[in-house]
């Protein structure tokens, strides 16, 4: 892990001094206006394909605010938005492509291209929620072919702000993405990608994501602000035959009114050798993490070291499901999360923002960590370290209940075809830690809060094959002599 990171800077550090050295070209000079009202998508393109055909270089925006629609960036060509400057999407589906290759709508595509990037202090604004709209009347009207579920366009129907498809080095540096009207930035299938110091605002409609990052191979993500309606840092893997590995992320911080960092739910590939470290999850309605192999997928090889989440309705969420699998078995192994600090409220931790997260699968008491496979599908090796998760307690029996009896425990349902969330099975019986269908589960060091009491115990296991606790301890008021750490079916648990 220590080498593949090694390699991933040094890479980025070439690609940054190559685009740094590159000549600039001032896009007005091909008679790009930035009065906020002409439309410049023609002329970008036009500049783009000139300085493609140059042999490379920046096309810069200087001060004042760009409309514009779709537009192809090509090789050896950077996008420099000054400080002062916007690439201000257009209000008029009409002015977006959807790309045959790709299946989808965005303001700035890239297909196929080699040493690209975005770099400067302006802002991408895709003014989605207006742009969203105005595609819900053409929709209305006969126009736009669209099944228009739950009173909404299909995401690929909506233009995100950046979408880049089989693209090698990749550099997107210090600009402000803002108000897509579908996900915000897709990378896909590329290699060598840094985003580096980028704010992100998402959250003016449906399925705003931070940033989507599908089968991508060399990943350096560091440094950014995610403030999002959906999951903030989402990895996914579309084709069974690909995979998304070795990356790394650093120094971020994401709010969400989904999950913070997943992987999923798209898994069809999967997910290996990842690195995540300094990540801090805040008011937030599901997980701080999700990692979820339903798909067919496997995840591997994953180290988080440095989490801290405050105000998110869950800690950690481990799923192996078998959604969408076609006969492949997925796995989720070798996974270790330490140095966490996390905070879960009895409210509801996103409420207020646009687009909150949707109450569902109530009734339903506070949700546990949980780490759950399926009976022929386990999950394998998971090391839990120097952690403190702290709950509110105060779960009600008259409100919902799964106690400890075999008819309870065997009741909670499997849900293999299930969408992944944390909330699916409802009641769980732990107010802590609920692990299921695993094997080789360790913790060191952890402790479990509970600021008030709880009917639940602290730790259920069901189905789990070795586990080991070490240096474990509980805190949970008026709970003198209460077993905190219950096992059924189960064997092979050390407790020191």
Partial sequence: ?????????????????????????????????????????????????YINAAGGGRLVFYPGTYVTGSFYLKSNVTLHIEQGATLLGSTNPWDYVKDPHVGWKSMIFAVKQDNIGISGKGIINGRGFTTANNMVKYIQKGLFDDPLKLDRPNETNRPENIYFR???????????????????????????LLVDNIFVDSKSYWNNDGIDVVDCDGVVIKNSYFDTADDAICFKSHDANAICQNVVVDNCTGRSSANGLKFG????????NFKITNLTIYDTFRSAITFAAVDGGLIENIVVDGLRSVNTGNVLFLRIGNRWSSGKTPSLQNVTIKNVYAEVPYA??????????????????????????????????????????????????????????SKELDAIPEMEKSYPEFSQFKELPAWGMYIRHADDIHFKNVTFRALEQDYRPAVVMDDVKGASFRGVSFSEPNAQGKNQIFKYKSSGINIE
Wanted: glycine share 8%; proline share 5%.
């Fill in 265 to 272: 739910t798209a898994s069809r590939g999967g997910f290996r």
């Fill in 166 to 192: 089989e693209c090698n080095n990749v550099v997107i540096r210090d600009i402000t993405l803002k108000d897509p009207a579908s996900w915000n930035q897709t990378y896909d299938q590329c290699k060598n």
């Fill in 348 to 405: 509801k931790p996103d409420a207020g923002y646009n687009y909150e997260g949707p109450v569902e699968d109530n009734p339903r008491n506070i949700s546990p960590a949980s780490i759950i496979g399926l009976p022929n599908m386990r999950i394998k090796n998971i090391t839990l370290e120097n952690i403190e998760m702290v709950y509110p307690g105060r779960s009600d029996t008259l409100y919902a209940k799964v106690g400890l009896t």
């Fill in 1 to 49: 892990m220590t080498n593949m990171i090694k390699i991933l800077i040094v890479n980025m550090i070439l690609l940054i001094t190559q685009q740094l050295s590159a000549k600039d070209y001032d896009v007005r000079d091909f008679g790009a206006v930035g009065d906020g009202i002409f439309v410049n998508s023609n002329i970008i393109q036009h500049a783009i394909d």
